[in-house]
């Protein structure tokens, strides 16, 4: 049949040394740079892409395309490990991954991590292969009113199921959207509380933030107890992941990977969002949702996935309409080019050499990452076993480095400090972080298509609703906001509520 | 000193009832624009609003029940020097990294840190400190060509 | 915020040994746009050239607005320069009061392309020629939205100026790069736009391509007439090049020169740009700014008959 011979073709153009080679240097470099908190894959694929000018355009494509896997994998190791996410992808990570590694689990955490993107990378290759074209037409649909009703709904589930109060998380996305604000105004120019200063033109950094809010914080609360925590004293036993996980992380891992493949579709932090849905689904589905954030592997299994698969999805548009998702992708497209090729809607028709190729290169690149990785874990394990008061301060010294390296800007490194005592204070208030992190990623994005809504709809808010899609949207946001008030269902809530109050985040 | 849940919260919704002011007002003075073409002024404006009116549903709440027991600020008599240590760590690193160098303000940083936040010897200190120094040194400067400062010492 | 892996102030500026090291180009717009597709054309010939990585860097925001503002601001060593479009850089610092640089604060290397700017409406949109859409459009005056890239750029003032002329009025969308203005004309979320000829000619089959802005019609565009044919006298256009601060020193600006205007003379690099739908230029610091001078007052005019405030 057509899709066997399709895979054939790649798999002839894909298993050449050469080509192999490639996957692996941009699988490994991927890695190395994403496990290292702050550098991103951009600066890799930035490294690496002049050495690409005298090779194929196929086994460009394969190693760049290795670099991004890479690169997301590494992440999500010094989540569960410091609690510091490689990326924003990575933030839902910490919440159970880490806990996780407090208890001595974490090679089931990072076996899980591994063997869940290996997962859920596949399933957004079948996806690929089986689905492109018309995926594309479904993403077209969506414009400025869909995009914005998208994000509020992806910013209400998450405050839906936080942990605390629901009136603590909104206040937290909505201050977060309020920072998000800080810096040049995109369609005007105005510069908003930059204070004169033209890094903060950019707007607050991400990874600033995150470090902040995550790394910094964290390592100060742990500073604040005497360490009467033998940390990971516990042996670690079992550093792949048993019986019991594989059987309770199945299902998210396959739930992940579907969901993160369609989010993924959409130009846009595709990866966030699909990790922080995924981690809200599985919470809801969960028979213990209590006990999410105290290191539940579901909560591991599912985001890991969910954020691999939606790395998958984001080359969709890139290979049916020639539009980049992201600014990874973006290079990826400025390779095409530099070879010669056009991309567009007639791309996997003119080259389907390329177009197969790329996608068993995925395949085998997430092999790649799985032998990689597992062996590794033994390794990073090992790390934890340092005891903390050695090791907290060259956790704080990556973090400083990190988010210098980024712009090489002093006034990056004081925000993150900023955010670190802000990070610290949040959480002896019992106030959620990860709203305001969500909504300072997405939210200068949320505000252009909430803009951009209103001029094409002439002022009028209700083309959120005139609009079918940006109106289902609106509905279940509006649901979610609205049930707690609803006795029966916002008792459960309020059970859930009671049982966690009073615990740390 | 004991507190309650509710007086934490307390405390947190003046916080936000300023900053949501903060924001409104400050919204004014970049335009707001109409809803027909909304400024840049025009999400701080309705945003700020939003999350003072949050802020004050918050602060009334917290006048209802007393909310659970909290442990105090600093959970133990010394804590809040290491916070308090640690962050100034931080800030010093940030003022004096390009004019010690990298290599040098690391050295200083992880030694001190060590050795004054939970004490350990003399020799331990020094062995990490200065391995942390090297290792970090040749893994940013040399591997990744990172650009960090070699300061005036020209290390 | 790319990480900038090499981004070295030289210290002393040489023309000898200049450069020394990477080349850091600062792309005013989103990856995939017209500037990103002319700087990754140039990229391998200008690191022959240079011997030196040429590395791009995504600085969008404000229509170019936030990257030349830093651009003016940069150290003038020949080390950081950047992409441009001809009428934003003259229009920008007139118009928009929070822009931080002015027109003469740049020195432009080599004028490398330009891009008529042309008119396209969407695939299920009820008229097929110019003039059923004028028709439409003073039917229903305001209702039909246009999309365009930025305010005070190119699109924006194709877009007034069309309305003059044909006695319309077209609500103005302002999106950051010409990708969003595509994906939104080809979902169908805009009714139509003004663009950039490269994309109306890769999307051609996708969407109407009404008219162009070009004295003749476009070999690429055989099928499309121009504005004159319809009447209109408007020549819209942006042009791109490459920039950097005025105060790079004389040599090393010949330098650059130099190798930009090695690349854009070579036979290969011209026929892809005209493939994408660009034409391609080769020009270079004189008569670059000859260019500039003679599109400013042409432009100026223009706004002062559109009567624009100062925002």
Known sequence: MDLLNHILLGAQVLFTPGNIFFCFIGVLMGTLVGVLPGLGPTAAIALLLPNTFHVSPVTAIIMLAGIYYGAMYGGSTTSILVNIPGEAASVITCLDGYQMALKGRAGAALGIAAFGSFIAGTISVIGLMLVAPPLAKFALAFGPPEYFSLMLMGIVILIYLASGSILKALMMAVFGLLIGTIGMDSISATQRLTFGLLELSDGVGLIPAIMGLFGVAEVI????????????????KNLLPNLQDWKDSFWPMIRGGILGFFIGILPGPAPVISAFSSYA???????????????????????????NA?????????????????????ILLGAFMIHGIQPGPMLIDKYPDLFWGTIM????????????????????????????????????????????????????????IGFGVFGYLARKFQFEMAPLVLALVIGPMMENNLRLSLVISQGSPWIFIEKPISAAFILVSLALLISPFIPWIGKRRRKLQEKVEGEQI | MERTQSQYDRVAAIFFLIVGAFFALYARAVEIGTWNEPGPGFLPFYAGIIISIMAFALFVKSRGKKGPVRPSFFPEAGSWKRVLATFTALIVYNFIFDYLGFALTTFLFVGVLVKFIFPQSWAKTLIVAVSAAIIARLLFINFLETQLPKGFLGF | MMLVLSFIPAASADAQDFPKGPINYMNPFNPGGEVDIAARAMQPYLEKNLAQPFVINYQPGAGGGLCWSKLAAAKP???????????????QPIFMKDVTYKTEDFVIFSIVEYTPIGFGVKKDFQVNTLKEFIEYAKANPGKVSCGGVGKFTGHHFATLQFMKLAGVKVNYVTFQGTSQVQTALMGGHIDAAFTNSSMLVTTKDQIKVLAIGAPQRMTQLKDVPTFEEFGFKMYPRIARGAMGPKAIPQDIQKRLEKAFLDTTSKPEFRAKMEAAGFVPQVMGIEE?????????????????????KRQ
């Open chain 1, 361 to 416: 290169s995925m395949y085998l690149g997430n092999v790649m990452l799985l032998v990689l990785n597992l062996p590794l874990i033994g390794l990073w394990v090992k790390v934890l076993k340092v005891p903390y008061p050695i090791l907290f301060p060259l956790i704080l010294l990556f973090c400083l480095v990190g988010v210098f390296s980024l712009n090489y800007s002093k006034v990056e490194v004081a925000l993150m």
């Open chain 1, 221 to 236: 609360a742990n500073v604040e107890q005497e360490i009467k925590r033998e940390i990971i004293a516990t042996k670690v």
């Open chain 3, 288 to 308: 670059s700014h000859k260019f500039l001078e003679a599109e400013a007052i042409t432009i100026k005019q223009l706004a002062q008959e559109f009567d624009l």
């Open chain 3, 77 to 91: 060593d020949g080390y950081n320069i950047g992409g441009f479009s001809i009428p934003h850089i003259i229009l």
């Open chain 1, 281 to 307: 689904i599985e919470k809801k589905l969960s028979k213990h949702p209590e006990k999410f954030g105290t290191g539940m592997i579901q909560g591991v299994a599912g985001p890991e996935s969910a954020n």
């Open chain 1, 310 to 330: 939606a790395t998958g999805g984001a080359f969709i548009p890139l290979f049916t309409l020639g539009i980049p998702a992201n600014s990874v992708i973006a």
